[in-house]
């Protein structure tokens, strides 16, 4: 079992100029799954109501680092032509 802390982000900026993180706030919000696969973590987002019901998997980016993931908004037609999408939070490992 895996345990992630989330991390929310304030973001700046647009797809065509690109995005900054701005500031990120650590939030008492938590993140359990059984396996650290993509799908696991993206099913596991949406039963805690942190991505939306009506969001779909290939609309959300999620990409490893060391010591958790970042999640993008990849449903902004250009992101796929300027990056990986709108950052919108990270998931921190705080349990294995």
Do not use: C
Request: no cysteine; glycine share 10%; charged share 35%.
């Amino acid at each position: 079992m895996f345990e992630y802390q989330v991390v929310e982000y304030d973001v700046w900026g647009n797809a065509k100029d690109g995005y900054d993180i701005n500031n990120f706030y650590v939030t008492d919000r938590k993140v359990r799954v059984k396996k650290d696969d993509d799908r696991s973590i993206f099913n596991a987002l949406k039963r805690e109501g942190i991505i939306k019901t009506g969001i779909r998997f290939k609309s959300v980016g999620i990409e490893w680092h060391e010591g958790g993931f970042f999640i993008t908004d990849n449903r902004t037609p250009s992101s796929k032509e300027y990056g990986y999408g709108k950052p919108e939070f990270e998931l921190r490992l705080i349990r294995k």
